[in-house]
């Protein structure tokens, strides 16, 4: 497994695979691996010949008042899993190198980037938008794998990959969760013992949406107000946003359907968890 630092040394790896027609498979991340990123990463194995994981934790999509200084890192625990799950090269870039002096070009989504974490998080969708773009130019990957974890994410790098004709396939994997449910997340970390518990009130709540809807329940209204409520019972949960909207274009509903998505970003303490269900699909 080959550790890269410099843009030109891996865009400089890239070629000689696009040359015999070897596909490269590329999953990018911030590190902290945990076994959402695995499942990622195992997945690109099956599906590429050669396979990039991307470390980067990029300070553009974060917001003044959040966490990049304190974002959790582990190289040597990142490189063990890595390698256990058959990365050939593990892509780790220096803020400096990614955004010179002079830097001044961005990737803007409009609508689909605007709910959500797009409203809480102004300028987070232009950042990441960006910096995956940057990524697909330098790794020139032929499929590339994202978590449904970050939905919107996902969405808008499917918009932007289709909008700007990137030659790249774009693959979502389902959530992986812990035993009890938690979705596996990096920010997890930042959770004390009885934060942990407290944060059990997200799968609570999407269950509870999701009985609702299995048991007919079709208002948005309804629904939105009931998965409130199942937050509201836990003291140290603050909500950011719980929504609904379609599955597809992000858009408000007023009549949910097997397609509606239930978005969730809750602060339990100064941690925010984000979360998600699309109603009509398996957990
Ligand atoms: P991050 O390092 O948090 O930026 O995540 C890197 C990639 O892993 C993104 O595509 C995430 O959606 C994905 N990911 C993070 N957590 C999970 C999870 N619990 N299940 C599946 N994918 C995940």
Redo the contacts with the bound molecule.
Sequence with gaps: MKIINSIMHMQALAIAPEREGRRIAF???????????A??LREGRKRGDVLVLS?FVNPIQFGQNEDLDRYPRNMEGDCKIAEACGVDIVFVPTAAEMYPQGFQTGVTVRDIALPLCGASRPGHFDGVATVVAKLFNIVRPDVA??????YQ??AVIRRMAADLNMPVEIVG?????EADGL?????NAYLSPSERQSALCLVRAIKRARELFAGGERSIAVLTRETRAVIEQEPSATIDYVEMRDGVLLQDQEVADSDTLLALAVKIGQTRLIDNTVLGEEL
């Design positions: 999953v990018p991340t911030m590190g902290f691996l945990h076994e959402g990123h499942s990622l470390i794998f994202f978590g449904c974890k970050d994410q996902l994997m389902p959530i992986v969760r979705a596996m997340s990096s920010r």
